[in-house]
């Protein structure tokens, strides 16, 4: 188990940018899939960008977001970082960073797939 913390949330108008950051306590980041999943009023939590660890070097986006937002990783900081573009106020929520040890790529917007979470960051696109 890792600690997870998520950071660089704010306000913005719709159209601007704002980037994120998960931060994990290991000195294996290397080895972590990471996700994002963002919950948005009203609506179940959803898995928005996804990276792979290890070996697996892949790297996935839902519809919602693909184009606009990037998911990169930085091992010797130990952490990921989701850049966020266009941002539209449907895109106001509280971000969450996942991460476990293997994540199958086919399920990687499957909550139950991760095992250690932050608390969140809110977001708030205004228009």
């Known amino acids: 188990q890792v600690d997870v913390a998520e950071s660089g949330g704010g306000s913005v108008a719709a159209g601007g940018s704002l980037n994120l950051s998960c931060v994990v306590s290991t000195l294996d980041q290397r080895q972590y899939y990471a996700a994002w999943f963002r919950q948005v009023a009203g609506k179940e939590r959803e898995g928005i960008a996804a990276i792979g660890g290890g070996r697996d070097d892949f790297i996935i986006y839902a519809d919602s977001v693909k184009g606009r937002f990037t998911i990169s990783r930085d091992n010797r900081k130990n952490t990921w970082a989701l850049q966020m573009s266009s941002l539209k106020p449907e895109d106001t929520g509280r971000y969450y960073c996942?991460?476990?040890?293997?994540?199958?790529?086919?399920?990687?917007?499957?909550?139950?797939?991760?095992?250690?979470w932050g608390q969140g960051t809110q977001v708030t696109v205004s228009s």
């Open positions: 996942a991460v476990d040890t293997w994540v199958s790529q086919a399920r990687v917007f499957e909550q139950m797939q991760y095992h250690d």
